[in-house]
């Protein structure tokens, strides 16, 4: 493919392979080249991020159902606890690239390798979030529940689970953005997310390219973070209700 | 609406509740922490269960909706076995009020209230309007009160909305677990005048568990003072107590003072009075009005030298005198009696 591009664009006075003409900033790799990087938004640099927020939320979605499932499940029958964290922990503390090299062999260069890997980065925090916040609710809170006759089950889900809310948004804050900026190593196993254009830029040390992507990467953690931070707000009204709790 | 099956009748209904010979014993512990307790508590009163800590008075109050199982002997309300009824059903129709309220602090105050009602499945209109109601009756303001969060109120407003959440749903019976505890003094009193004023019009039967021998006095139509090992030591009307406790640990409990106490469940208009000094003659005494305790009477009439004390009707003319004789009187025939229900 490159070869043919570059033979049809042989005409044209300086062409740098992938790059088209190139202007004076990319042929002296300049810092930041804008006029590049608006002219790659559509086929380089939009398709990279919207398969990066894609890659995210699965990973997040898929780790915040396991680790609520497990939370709970642990909260009401303790001994979980334990193994799940010792597991979750493991995992956590595998480094990526080796988890990746780990999972090609079973799930192949695939989104799934991807995705496992980075969903159990995320089991960890989320479980621990959920776990605690769940312990937190206030004993004189449940013994009102209680004592008014709500079942276990109701008050699994009209107590306990609401009011750790807090702790499990904090959780899935910080699973969020850790994810985000894993799913860059991502690039290793698939041609996906905001990481492809760094690891092509690393090879071609193009300024531009690689500091675009990972810009790009860096806004798409402080936006998602902020817009948990706006969503936590809008459903716990309670928790900022006379600046206790 | 009572829930609980086969309640009283009365308006709001009330229901009578019997301890039968109800025994707590935890596994590993060689006392019991309740002993073979009886009592009879008639529909529509308040029994205040008070003692020491260690007497099971809290053990017992959470054995009734089996918040704690009892281990021996039964406890029914109107005739029917708190262990026979399903443990949800039961629960929803006695009203629960703890001493640090237990609000749910992610529900405002309209939420907390209708909690019971949603369970039973009210429907949002009759919630609401039992929220407004709830909310007037417990001295809050529907309009600015119900959308604030537990952690917007005060520590009396909390218990406001703690006791509006346990009557909501109409009970015949009531719990309330030191619900004043945690309260300043001069809140907690207000708390304890509007609530004896709430339990005349309501009348629901009430158990009460307090550690305060004086908050057992004003609050109780009977108190059951329990001992150490869950033992009923006495039950009987404050009065009752005061003037002849049934042993020495309740003379103690009660305290030396237990005849000022006393003089403190009578008020002047409560007693016959002298006929009040001939006009003129009374210039200068000191004056008390129908509704002085006989104790604030005495302390009156001992910081005025011992003076006759001029008692003033509503509208402020003198009704009748009293005097020290009189007062020290009442104690000894047992004319001290707990003021009627006088609406």
Redesign the interface.
Known sequence: MIASLSHSLITAQTVIPKFGHADDCVRQNRTFCWGWFSDHWDDVFQPALLDHIKLTLIAVVVGFAISIACAIFAYERGWFERPFSVFAGVLYTIPSLALFQLLVPVTGLTELTVEVALVSYTLLILFRNTLTGLREV?E????????????AR?MLWR?EV??A?PAIIAGVRVATVTVISLATVAAFVVDEGLGAPIFAALQSSFNTEFIAAGALAVLLALLADALLVGFQRLV????R????? | MPAVDGSAGGEGGAAELVFDRVTKRYPGRSEPAVNSLSLVVPAGEICVLVGPSGGGKTTAMRMVNRLIDITDGDITIDGNSVRDMELTRLRRGIGYVIQQVGLFPHMDVAGNIGTVPRLLDWDRARISRRVDELLELVGLDPQQDRGRYPAELSGGQRQRVGLARALAADPPLMLMDEPFGAIDPITRDRLQNEFLRLHRELRKTVIFVTHDVDEAIKMGDRIAILRQGGVLAQYATPDEILASPADDFVASFVGADRGLKRLSLTRLGDVELEPPPPNGASDGAPTATEATSLRDALSLMLTNGGRALVVLGADGRPVGSVTVDMVSATLSNGGGRRPAASA
Do not use: K
Not at chain 1, 236 to 239: L, S
Not at chain 1, 241 to 245: E, I
């Open positions: 206030p004189d809170a449940r013994d009102a529940a209680r004592g008014m006759g709500l079942t109701q107590v609401p009011l809310v716990t009204p309670w928790a209700a006379g600046g206790t709790r």
